[in-house]
């Protein structure tokens, strides 16, 4: 089948076209909203079908106006490929329920469009082979998701002002850590003489043999730190997180949480592992060391706060930590742990995010100290909410349970027993601050549940199919992982020996 | 006063601007230009206009939606990669063949120029879009 | 002969930039800095001018063209936030 080659290219393209056919199709909303869903089932379908083709046959590569490696090459090994299915699930997801979340108003002029570029710039980032495109796409993603953080909800909760003050602060921090990212690219390729990512791995291998690395190499990779870490909201750069995901819409909360970060994360590996290779041994100590930090910070702010959304943003800083430990520790069941930690923290994460917006959407206002006992009016969204807490603080049947034993089992038959320690600890503080804010909103004594009766509405079928439909997930992960571990020690091995890659992009080369 | 001088000089520059938006554009393959600056110039021209005599008054006579241009510039920019995809290579990629024109002799023309117009119109749209609702506000 | 002639112009030039971030440093109102800031956008197009003659090059034309059509642009945008307080 010939069109099917294309596959990789047309998680990129699709979503562009889909964009620019939102805009103009603006005076039919009902066309609108119909053509958004099936472009996201059919992007869902691509996904499965290229991480089949990955997993059968190796690493896939694609030049881009045919121009080879002097050009852009979008490549799909096991790690992208699993992240674009990610962010596919969570992306088709986020959508169904945002289709009777967001306001009428908001959905009409820019919503479906933006959104459609967000799906363009996260399938982008994660399937190019080159850096320079990869920084491009980091625009995309901040300019697209800036613009969907101030769209309106039904129920109005967040003052205008908030919501200015939080895309404020987003986009200057993020636009100072872009300004980073383009110094650090620009000293790399003055130093190497190109931008694709497996032709930097090869002449940092010879420069590496033949002795000649430039010191000045390691304040890059410095730099390179700070940026994906700024992205990731990692210890010292977390700032921007607990302004920014509690304002947003809920459905774009769940994906800022679920996704966004994660490409932080993408990111780190990539010039980690991949064009770095083996030569950074010296940075292990502080990887994990900003791991624990952000841990520690995340976990103990989100105890004493009273902002049902602030308590799980807090939260997303702390689980990355863990991700983070994970990537730092370097040994293959340490990073296939990091992997399974990653994809369970963005499923739970984003149905969390949008279980406390099926609450808003009901009662009115974001407050927990003013909600209580809801459990007796909402029997089911009290259910869907034990079922995410018990996913993010690691108790059995979830996945979270998988995904924390497996990590710290690694840590541990790696020897590190002082960090494994130290979050062992810590995830006692999630454990205790998320069981005591269901507490406070499903239990207690009942309060005057109903704010302003004419901002209340009901949860509709699709907001509450999408929540089923992610316990699901949670469910069959965490009773049986096998697969999900076998996978994600395959993506492991193929991110520790970057041969691989380099073999598909430009044939005939040794390290 | 002030705002006469500005006026007359305006009628006189953004005819001339909008010819060099057209100009950097399609020289834009093999020369510095491209769509982009081209694109930010005609903003220019259009924003010197919005600032000269006033937006309400530019409303009466001039008032396109922005955020059309936006939206066919980028189904124009995609279609020009999928329609290589369509003829059997990968995305965008390009082919040039040389024209015989009367006056100008032999000229090149390269199929990028479709993607180029489609990035001008983005750019276009994106800017003065943003210009109009900011000055609405 | 004439090619020391265009160091020395070159150089002239780039030290007559020195009083303009004077005085956009200094400058007390908003008017100084914008005078500044447009005489500095003024020399520069002059400087690329005789740097496309110096290396035998046609690009830098259209570099000047662009500068000075933003520069005239950009001063005329906060003339008008001056006087009116409102840009558009």
């Known amino acids: 089948m010939n069109i099917l080659e294309h596959t990789i290219v047309f998680m990129i393209a699709i979503p562009f076209l889909v964009a620019s056919l939102m805009i103009l199709t603006r005076p039919f909303p009902e066309i609108q909203k119909k053509l958004n869903v099936l472009v996201s089932i059919v992007l869902l379908i691509l996904s499965v079908y290229l991480f089949s083709q990955v997993w059968q046959n190796g690493i896939i590569a694609y030049d881009i106006g045919d121009w080879g490696k002097y050009g852009i090459v979008l490549v799909a090994d096991l790690l992208s490929a699993s992240m674009v299915l990610l962010s596919s699930i969570i992306t088709f997801l986020a959508l169904l329920f945002s289709l009777d979340y967001i306001d009428d108003k908001s959905q009409n002029t820019t919503y479906h469009s933006l959104y459609n570029l967000l799906i363009a710039g996260l399938n982008g980032t994660f399937l190019t082979g080159d850096l320079f495109n990869l920084f491009v796409f980091f625009e995309i993603l901040l300019i697209a998701s800036c613009g969907l953080l101030i769209a309106n909800e039904k129920v109005e909760i967040t003052p205008s002002s908030h919501k200015m003050e939080a895309v404020y602060k987003y986009l200057i921090l993020n636009i100072i850590a872009t300004l980073f990212m383009l110094v650090a690219i620009a000293s790399l390729y003055g130093t190497l003489g190109t931008l694709n990512m497996a032709d930097m791995a090869l002449r940092i291998g010879y420069m590496n043999e033949n002795g000649t690395l430039p010191w000045h190499l390691i304040p890059t990779a410095l730099l390179f730190i700070v940026v994906f870490g700024n992205k990731a909201a990692i210890f010292p750069l977390h700032f921007w997180l607990p302004d920014a995901h509690p304002t947003a819409p809920s459905p774009i909360s769940a994906i800022l949480s679920g996704i966004l970060i994660k490409v932080g994360a993408y990111g780190f590996i990539r010039f980690y592992y991949l064009i770095f290779e083996g030569n950074l041994e010296i940075f292990q100590p502080i990887i994990i060391f900003l791991g624990l930090a952000t841990i520690i910070i995340g976990s103990i702010s989100a105890v004493g706060q009273d902002d049902i959304k602030k308590v799980l943003a807090y939260h997303s800083i702390g689980q990355i930590g863990y991700v983070f430990i994970g990537i730092g520790m370097g040994t293959v069941y340490a990073l296939a742990a990091a992997l399974i930690y990653l994809i369970n923290h963005a499923i739970s994460k984003s149905m969390l995010f949008l279980v406390s917006g099926c609450i808003v959407h009901k009662i009115g206002t974001r407050d927990m100290r003013k909600i209580g006992g809801l459990s007796s009016t909402e029997p089911f969204l009290g259910l869907m909410f034990l079922v995410g807490i018990m996913s993010i603080s690691g108790l059995p049947p979830t996945s979270g349970f998988i995904a924390k034993f497996v990590l710290f089992d690694a840590g541990i038959s790696g020897g590190f027993y002082i960090p494994i320690l130290i979050a062992v600890i810590f995830s006692l503080f999630t454990l205790f601050s998320m069981f005591k804010s269901w507490q406070r909103i499903f239990w207690g004594e009942i309060k005057d549940n109903i704010f302003e009766k004419e901002n209340i509405h009901q949860n509709s079928k699709t907001m509450l199919s999408s929540l089923v439909i992610m316990t699901v997930i949670i469910f069959v992960i965490g009773l049986y992982a096998e697969p999900l571990i076998a996978i994600t020690l395959e993506t492991a091995e193929q991110i520790l020996d970057p041969q691989l890659y380099i073999d598909a992009i430009i044939p005939g080369e040794v390290r | 006063m002030t705002t006469l001088i500005t006026q007359t000089i305006a009628k006189v520059v953004v005819p001339l601007c909008v010819f060099l938006s057209i100009s950097l554009l399609l020289t834009g393959h093999d020369q510095p230009g491209g769509g982009f600056i081209g694109g930010v110039m005609f903003a220019t021209a259009i924003s010197l206009l919005y600032i000269s005599f006033g937006l309400d008054d530019s409303k009466k006579f001039f008032n396109p939606d922005w955020s059309l241009y936006f939206g066919f510039g980028l189904l124009l920019a995609t279609a020009a990669g999928i329609g290589s995809i369509i003829a059997g290579y990968n995305l965008l990629r390009t082919d040039y063949t040389y024209l015989q024109l009367p006056l100008f002799g032999e000229v090149e023309l390269s199929s990028a120029i479709v993607f180029d117009i489609g990035v001008y119109l983005v750019v276009i749209g994106g800017l003065l879009f943003i210009f109009k609702k900011m000055g609405e506000d | ?88």
Not at chain 3, 36 to 63: E, K
Not at chain 3, 65 to 82: D, P, S
């Open chain 3, 1 to 88: 002969m004439s090619s020391i002639l265009l160091s020395f112009a070159l150089t002239f030039m780039a030290f007559t930039l020195v009083p303009c971030i004077y005085r956009l440093i200094k400058g007390p109102t908003l008017s100084d800095r914008v005078v500044a800031l447009d005489a500095m956008a003024m020399v520069i197009v002059v400087i690329l001018g005789v740097y496309s003659y110096v290396r035998d090059s046609v690009f830098f034309m259209d570099v000047a063209l662009v500068l000075a059509i933003i520069a005239f642009v950009g001063t005329i945008a906060i003339a008008k936030y001056i006087d009116k307080g409102v840009v558009f």
